[in-house]
């Protein structure tokens, strides 16, 4: 059974409450509506983002894992790469709500996940993960990522882990 879904229109106070989980963390949710935006427009904009960004964005879909109307996770598919994402941000970027960490949300939204890149015929898919996120590397490992290489990101001095996992 899949937890992981699109936002709706009827996700606002869940989407909410999601972003607050986030308030206390050293890193921030990858998803977050801009303040002067009303829901009805983030949701156009989700879906918008989906097939026809705007460059230099490359299409992608955000997807969450719900259940008992929370949101637990998200995770967003990245379709295409640039030369930034080729580098340091890869085709799937993920994370958990603290209060829902350590449960396999993170690998379940994973395998969910490559099972939409291997249905578009994407056989090669990078995942990366900073040196210290030893739960994420776990989580990529354990879903057969093979490690290339680490590199540091000028802008924030994060050393980013890069991971390749062959779908088959």
């Known amino acids: 059974m899949t937890n ?21 963390e050293p890193t921030q949710v990858s998803v977050s509506r801009p303040i002067q935006t009303n829901f009805a427009e983030f949701i156009k904009q989700l879906q918008t983002n989906s097939r026809h960004p705007e460059a230099p964005r490359v299409p992608a879909t955000k997807y969450f894992y719900i259940e008992a109307n929370r ?31 350590n449960q396999g949300i993170a690998s379940e939204m994973l395998q969910q996940a490559l099972a939409l890149f291997k249905a578009r015929n ?19 490992n354990n879903a057969g990522g093979i490690y290339e290489n680490t590199l540091m990101e000028e802008s924030t001095g994060h050393h980013l882990q890069r991971y390749w996992i062959t779908l088959k």
Request: hydrophobic share 45%; proline share 1%; glycine share 8%.
């Open 4 to 24: 992981l879904r699109e936002l709706t229109l009827q996700d606002e106070l869940i989407f909410d409450d999601w972003i607050q989980a986030w308030k206390n």
């Open 71 to 101: 949101i637990k996770g998200g995770i967003s598919c990245r379709w295409k790469l640039n030369d930034y994402l080729l580098k340091f941000g890869g085709n799937i970027g993920y994370g958990v709500a603290p209060e829902f960490r």
């Open 122 to 140: 994407i056989t090669k898919v990078l995942i990366t993960a900073e040196d210290w996120n030893i739960a994420s590397q776990q989580v990529i």
